[in-house]
């Protein structure tokens, strides 16, 4: 159970992490079973890795593609959500102008 928490994004560190080609930039609340993201794509971003993890995700700013490897592809833009669970759809992001999500994952999302 969690008791009331806020977050200051602003005074969470941000970490790189390498796309193909691009990057991201996490900033990252760790909670028991549960973790809370606010990740930057930079413009071009093409995620290293195909997804098998659950997440909520809810575009803030611009754009990005969640590609799935079975060839299918959803386009989210500002104000637009999706959830997936664990081991339900393997998905990369991709993001031609650039991107900033809400994401939130956790055992919740194990089907």
Do not use: N
């Amino acid at each position: 159970m969690y008791t009331f928490q806020s977050i200051d994004w602003e005074s969470v560190p941000r970490t790189e992490h390498p796309g193909d080609p691009g990057r991201s930039f996490w900033r990252t609340v760790q909670l028991p079973g549960l973790r809370v993201r606010i990740v930057e794509y930079s413009a071009g971003y093409v995620a290293d890795h195909w997804c098998r993890k659950g997440h909520i995700v809810h575009c803030l700013e611009g754009e990005f593609v969640s590609e799935m490897e079975d060839g299918r592809s959803f386009s989210l833009k500002k104000g637009m959500t999706y959830v997936v669970s664990d081991d339900m759809s393997s998905h990369r992001s991709v993001s031609g102008p650039g991107a900033t999500l809400l994401i939130i994952d956790g055992d919740f999302l194990k089907p």
